[in-house]
């Protein structure tokens, strides 16, 4: 069985949705199961401070989650063509994880939301690479072969999967294109994971 860690921050709910399609694809695949998890908002005023566990969605991942995953799907709404910061801040707490090398052969893939067409979809996808890479983790996209890459009007990117949340929709109102990229993204994720864990 590979287990697939769905890691996220969403501030309004259109990454948190894209995560959800992401699971739906990671399970579709036999022999794959998600594990979706969050990381808490970060503050000056707060560093440090305790957590709290969350009252509703998922639980606030640790670094063993990362560990025991036999693969990674990074999640984040767009923050001036970057990841957020909550997101940023759990990954840069990765150093024990990168000298121990647990990540290196992992498949991993990203995914993000932004407000408008040309909101930096795309270098914040890049930006959620980085990190993985040092990692050495094996980066998976979403290839042309996905006929929604070529039909959306939306999100959709080859580096990941997208959201547009438009003011004149729903902010978590993924379009069907949107929806059945994201779950593309998982598939190829776990399938990798599955072809690539240990005999």
């Known amino acids: 069985m590979a287990e697939i860690l769905v890691l996220y921050y969403s501030r309004n709910g259109s990454t948190a949705e894209l995560a959800r399609q992401v699971c739906r694809g990671v399970e579709s695949v036999e022999g794959a199961s998600a594990k979706l998890r969050t990381v808490p908002p970060v503050a000056a005023e707060s560093e440090g401070a305790a957590r709290p566990v969350p009252p509703t969605g998922p639980p606030y991942a640790t670094y063993d989650d990362l ?104 902010p978590a109102l993924l379009t069907s294109e949107e929806q059945s990229l994201a779950q593309s993204l998982g598939r190829r994720v776990a399938r990798l994971a599955l072809r690539l864990a240990p005999a």
């Open 67 to 170: 560990r025991s995953a036999d693969g990674l799907i990074l999640g984040s709404p767009t923050r001036f063509g970057n990841m957020a910061a909550p997101l940023k801040y759990f990954l840069d707490g990765t150093a024990a994880l990168w000298i121990s090398g647990a990540l290196a052969g992992k498949p991993a893939g990203v995914f993000t939301s932004t407000q408008s067409m040309h909101g930096g979809q795309e270098t914040t996808l890049l930006s959620m690479m980085l990190p993985l890479f040092h990692h050495g983790m094996v980066i998976v996209g979403i290839p042309y072969t996905e006929l929604a890459l070529n039909d959306t009007r939306a999100g959709g990117t080859p580096y990941g999967a997208s959201h547009v949340a438009a003011a004149d929709r729903a």
